[in-house]
């Protein structure tokens, strides 16, 4: 149901109550514009938890098979509770792990744009670079197959790209759009999969794919620790300057295509990262526009508005040579003037102009510092 600033979604929720030895079923709210949780017991008609803030519950932990603990109890989430729910989050389903592997980076924004296309929500997205341990565990069910040395080879030969999708079914749509994990049998099995397309043999096959929930869960959790230190970045922190994929054109689906241009015009993508932008982290990383430009308040509204996707861009000149690419900061001129830039190509207006970009040399290095040392940690 929605009240007046109340979008209030609602589960049934599952606990196995080990004394009892049987399951006890609620009624899960979640209140969006608090984050407060209410809980009723549904056959003993009577309320559980009343109207409580549980900092560990975000609105993307909402969702059908999901886990969440509440008051040290792990509850399930085993249905929806109203029609509002299901008609406002049943797309959003399930939960998966992705990897570009290191012989398919160079294909990166193709991937990328092709996995938008397919309507998969990609939620998480991180450069990395495994070491031969991590490698390890994180192919651990592979422990004593013969390929298992060739492929911790292969996987620690250069940077990952780990992500997690969200979508209908999504485990088994992903593996689906993967296709067969020896790239021949790929090519002449599903011609359109990703291993068809962009793999090469049966080790360098272009992706990872989970190939079950249960594996998701775990192999999600490598890559995106709920807590703890997350992996390990690529970022060089020289010759560098900084772009962000605004969430607008994120949300638009044209991360894949920005970043093919980027790629083809000659720059080298040494760390990308997806983040939830903080309205403080925005104003400090925009500071230098604050009162200098009209447009900051709502270029801050823009840049907290969903996802955005920064990088670290690297050649000569960074900072200069990137600039060029980008073009003019109002996309309307920039498709006057110089159609081929980022902007031109996929920027709506001054604030919705699709990329960001460090705009003094000296301080290419600072953004990027600020997105890979400060909030990446
Ligand atoms: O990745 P997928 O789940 O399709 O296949 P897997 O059997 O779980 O194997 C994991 C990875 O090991 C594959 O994606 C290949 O990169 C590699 N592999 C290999 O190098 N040689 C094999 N005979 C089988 C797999
Ligand atoms: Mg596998």
Known sequence: MEREGEERFC???????PH??????????????????????????RMF???????????????????VNILSRQMNFVDYGDDFTRARLSHKKERTLGMIKPDAMSKMGQIIDLICQ?????????????????????????????FLDTLLNFVTSGPVIAFELMGENCVSQWREALGPTDSAIARSEAPQSIRARF?????????????????????LEFFFPSNGPSRQNTAKFTDCTCCVVK???????????????????????????????????????YEVYKGVVQEYGSMVAELT?????????????????????VGPSDPEIARHLRPRTL??????????????CTDLPEDGLLEVEYFFKILGR
């Open 247 to 285: 969430p607008h054109a994120v949300k638009s689906g044209l991360a894949g295509k920005i970043i093919s241009s980027i790629l083809e015009a000659g720059f080298e993508i040494s760390m990308l990262e997806m983040f939830n932008m903080e309205k403080a982290n925005a104003e400090e990383f």
């Open 199 to 219: 793999g090469k043999n049966k080790t360098e096959n272009a992706c990872h794919g989970s190939d079950s929930s249960s594996s998701a869960a775990r192999e």
């Open 118 to 146: 397919k309507g998969f929500l990609i939620t998480k997205l991180k450069m990395c670079q495994l070491n031969r341990n991590e490698a390890f565990q994180f192919y651990q069910e592979h422990q004593g197959k013969p």
């Open 305 to 325: 508005s969903g996802p955005c996707l920064a990088m670290e861009i690297r050649a000569q000149n960074a900072p200069q040579a990137f600039r060029e690419m």
């Open 49 to 67: 938890l009343k109207k409580t803030r549980i900092e560990t519950i975000r609105p993307e932990d909402l969702y059908i098979g999901n886990t």
């Open 343 to 356: 902007r031109a190509l996929f920027g709506v207006d001054k604030v919705r102009n699709a990329v960001h």
């Open 11 to 17: 589960f049934i929720a599952e606990w196995y109550d």
């Open 20 to 45: 009892a030895a049987f399951i006890r079923r609620y009624q899960f709210m979640y209140y969006v514009k608090d984050g407060t949780v209410e809980m009723f017991d549904i056959k003993n008609h």
